[in-house]
């Protein structure tokens, strides 16, 4: 089944306490990007990846970290993680290739204390 | 700023009737529109999309109205039905540029049965 996985689904951490939420699609998809939804704000990006080792910020990219090193994963990663990092996180990915929609994985609630 | 906005946080709708989703954008580069479902505890799943070549796209019982010139796109669900009740977010890209997509904050579709 063609699906973009992300572990965990529910995290609660403490400030400052390192942490990664990985990302993994099945599809072969160039492209992948991660988002946070917050109440009232929708979701905005916060970094993307065209292809292997090329990575861009999105709009809201600070205080995270990503990788790609290998095509199908895509890890998100928090150095230090603060309370207003608290938020439903989204990984997606599609084909690099004209007029192709995302696909979006189940989502990672954060919860910061 | 926002470049891409649906003013209403929420409709509601009696089965059966049509529901009409809105959204605004003010980047007059984009050039390819998106709308996405999202149910509770789920990614957002991809609906339908138009390019700005066109100005209708249908499939099924939806359909999204493009009308550049007031930078204005609607979503139409008709008939509606109890299992459409979710938010709906509406996005737009540059296509060829760096595939970056903006969503807007999100409407949240209530179908009463």
């Known amino acids: 089944e063609a699906q973009v996985t992300q572990n965990p689904r529910y995290l609660i951490t403490v400030t400052g306490k390192k942490l990664t939420v990985t990302c993994s699609q099945n599809?072969?998809?160039?492209?992948m990007s991660w988002y946070r939804q917050d109440p009232g704000l929708g979701l905005r990006q916060i970094y993307y990846?065209?292809?292997?080792?090329?990575?861009d910020k999105g709009d809201v990219p600070e205080g995270y970290k990503v990788s790609r090193k290998e095509k199908r994963n895509f890890p998100l990663i928090l150095e230090s993680p603060s309370p207003n990092q608290t938020s439903l996180y989204f990984c997606?990915?599609?084909?690099?290739?004209?007029?192709?929609?995302?696909?979006f994985g189940n989502g990672t609630r954060l919860t910061v204390t | 700023d926002q470049q891409v906005k649906q003013n209403s946080p929420s409709l509601s709708v009696q089965e059966g009737r049509i529901s009409i989703l809105n959204c605004d954008y003010t980047?007059?580069?984009?050039?390819?529109f998106l709308w996405y479902k999202k149910y509770p505890a789920e990614g957002p799943t991809f609906l339908i999309s138009?390019?700005?070549?066109?100005d209708k796209n249908e499939d099924g019982r939806f359909t999204v109205f493009l009308n550049k010139s007031a930078k204005h796109l609607s979503l139409h669900i008709v008939p509606s039905q109890p299992g459409d009740s979710a938010v709906y977010f509406c996005?737009?890209?540059?296509?060829?540029?760096?595939?970056?997509?903006?969503f807007g904050k999100g409407t949240l579709l209530t179908v009463n049965p």
């Open positions: 996005a737009a890209s540059t296509i060829g540029s760096n595939y970056k997509l903006t």
């Open positions: 138009i390019s700005s070549i066109k």
């Open positions: 980047n007059s580069m984009f050039d390819y």
């Open positions: 990846s065209m292809n292997v080792e090329v990575t």
């Open positions: 997606a990915s599609s084909l690099y290739r004209g007029e192709t929609p995302l696909h």
């Open positions: 599809m072969n998809h160039e492209y």
